[in-house]
C-alpha cells in the first residue's frame, strides 16, 4: 500500500515562500506520477504541479514561473517550492501519486485531473495573508 506523507505548509506573508514536501513509500512501481493539487473551501480540487520519476515536469498557468516541483527518486520524495505567494494561493494542499500510465509500452504523461490518481497524502495547509 502506498503511503504518502505531507510536510512544510504553513502560514507566510504574501510575497513570501514555503517548501513542501512528500515523502512516499510501499510502492515499488518503476515509474510513478507525483504532484501537488490544492482545494480551497468551495472549490474543487486543482492541479498544481506534477513530475514523473524521469522528472517530466508540468504546472498550472496560476503557478507558473513562481511555484517549482522536483523528486528525489532515491528518497522517493518531491518537493514543491512555491516563492512569490499570493492570498489567491491559499488552500490545503495534497500530494497524490500513480503508477505512470502507458500506452503500447511507452510512458504517457501524468494525468492532471485528481480523480486519475488513486494515493493521497492527508493534506497540509498554506494560507498566505496580504
Known amino acids: 500500500q502506498v503511503q504518502l506523507v505531507e510536510s512544510g505548509g504553513g502560514s507566510v506573508q504574501a510575497g513570501g515562500s514555503l517548501r513542501l514536501s512528500c515523502a512516499a513509500s510501499?510502492?515499488?512501481?518503476?515509474?510513478?506520477?507525483m504532484g501537488w493539487f490544492r482545494q480551497a473551501p468551495g472549490k474543487e480540487r486543482e492541479g498544481v504541479a506534477l513530475i514523473d520519476t524521469g522528472g517530466s515536469t508540468s504546472y498550472a498557468d496560476s503557478v507558473k514561473g513562481r511555484f517549482t516541483i522536483s523528486i528525489d527518486n532515491v528518497k522517493k520524495t518531491v518537493y514543491l517550492q512555491m516563492n512569490s505567494l499570493k492570498p489567491e494561493d491559499t488552500a490545503m494542499y495534497y500530494c497524490?501519486?500513480?503508477?505512470?500510465?502507458?500506452?503500447?509500452?511507452?510512458?504517457?504523461?501524468?494525468?492532471?485531473?485528481?480523480?486519475?490518481?488513486?494515493?493521497w497524502g492527508q493534506g497540509t495547509q498554506v494560507t498566505v495573508s496580504s
Open positions: 497524490a501519486a500513480d503508477p505512470t500510465p502507458r500506452k503500447y509500452g511507452f510512458f504517457l504523461p501524468c494525468p492532471q485531473r485528481a480523480h486519475e490518481y488513486n494515493f
Open positions: 510501499g510502492y515499488t512501481y518503476s515509474s510513478v506520477c
